[in-house]
């Protein structure tokens, strides 16, 4: 772990002060009996010529430069040089919608009520401005239309998470093929914590991690859709159980974890790439592709396998400590999130018998993006 200065080196007073108060709360917070099993220390798990340990440091250096490089390649390198070619080839354009004249009054109604102005509000803006109602109806319109993102940004941006997705799943296959734990679960566990991190689950680890920093960090600057605190959410999930496995030497169970959730939203992506480029049949096979795979990695795979692993063979082979519990916890919290976008699956499937084909008119980016929004099928 991570020392703190001592306290007793630093001569200027307010810094002691701060030092010895950090210093206290870092002892605190990474009390072992915390965070490790019973009868071990980290003194235990510092590397060596034999075993290679998970080292915490490495996930505050390594992760957040390579997401700002991610970041850079993919807006400045890919999107510009790759995607917005493949785009224009299935036919797509980057149309910018048509700016509004500017109007005070109507932008701080569009700021309080978004689309949605109630009837009485448009009335009395329409006679306030001398406008009809109409007017007033089609401005509000074209400024909704500002604030959305266009399809062909919607495709480069599924070009880059398919990218990442092919990409880190075929490293995952290549990584796992050899490791014991794939093949029995309970790997996972003899010997805990005495387990060496090989080189290749290392940058397993830190691509995963630094993918998912970068889309946090692009989150907020990216138009907001109607997932959007859960899929923040499900990020900051993903960092936390990365985070603490690594730190708790979790590795084994951590690369299961990750190979069984990158494979589904590869057809994921597609689906939505090619709904986006107007290959609605070719989206349908595609997404029935993605369903499949999703309910049986992420509702069958996942719980029977790992979590079943983890609450049922792990307490029988490791003595219990808190920090396990806290694992255990934020993998049965990736399941409840999991469940809720299977729900929205099946109704999207639902909705596709019904209707004879997968439909999508907003731009959210996760499954329920197969839905469709009544504002924009108006505006069409």
């Excluded at 002060?17 to 206290?24: G, N, Q, T, Y």
């Excluded at 107007?278 to 499949?292: L, M």
Aim: proline content about 6%; overall charge neutral.
């Amino acid at each position: 772990m991570w020392e703190s200065p001592s306290p007793s080196r630093i001569r200027f007073p307010p810094l002691r002060m701060a030092a010895w108060m950090w210093h206290k709360f870092s002892t605190w917070f990474w009390d072992p009996l915390v965070w490790l099993p019973p009868n071990y220390s980290w003194e235990d798990l510092v590397p060596n010529e034999k075993v290679r340990y998970a080292n915490w440091s490495d996930l505050w250096t390594y992760p957040i430069f390579m997401a700002f490089i991610a970041i850079a390649l993919r807006f400045l390198v890919l999107n510009k040089v790759l995607y917005c070619h493949i785009a224009q080839a299935v036919g797509l354009r980057d149309i910018k919608p048509r700016p509004v004249v500017p109007n005070e009054t109507l932008e701080q109604l569009f700021s309080r009520y978004k689309a949605k102005l109630p009837d009485s509000e448009i009335s009395q803006c329409a006679g306030n401005l001398g406008w009809s109602e109409r007017k007033v109806e089609r401005w509000i319109r074209q400024r909704t239309a500002m604030t959305r993102i266009n399809k062909f940004t919607k495709f480069m941006e599924c070009a880059w998470q398919c990218t990442h997705y092919t990409f880190i799943f075929v490293y995952g296959l290549y990584v796992m093929s050899g490791k014991p734990w794939l093949w029995d679960i309970r790997h996972c566990w003899y010997d805990y914590p005495n387990h060496s991190v090989d080189d290749d689950v290392w940058w397993y680890y830190m691509i995963s991690l630094s993918f998912y920093w970068s889309m946090t960090f692009t989150h907020f600057f990216e138009v907001k859709r109607k997932d959007f605190w859960q899929m923040f959410f499900h990020h900051l999930v993903t960092i936390a159980l990365i985070t603490f496995s690594w730190t708790c030497n979790l590795t084994r169970i951590g690369t299961l974890v990750l190979i069984v959730h990158d494979c589904a939203d590869i057809p994921l992506q597609l689906a939505k790439m090619s709904i986006y480029s107007g290959h609605k049949a070719f989206c349908d096979a595609v997404f029935a592709i993605f369903a499949i795979l999703w309910i049986v990695t992420r509702v069958g795979i996942y719980p029977i396998w790992i979590l079943y692993s983890t609450a049922i063979d792990a307490p029988t082979i490791v003595p219990m400590f808190p920090a396990y519990y806290i694992f255990n916890g934020l993998l049965f919290v990736l399941l409840v999130l999991h469940v809720y976008w299977t729900y929205l699956i099946l109704r999207i499937i639902a909705n596709t018998i019904t209707k004879g084909n997968v439909e999508d008119e907003r731009s959210s980016s996760d499954p329920s993006e197969f839905s469709v929004d009544e504002d924009e099928k108006k505006e069409s």
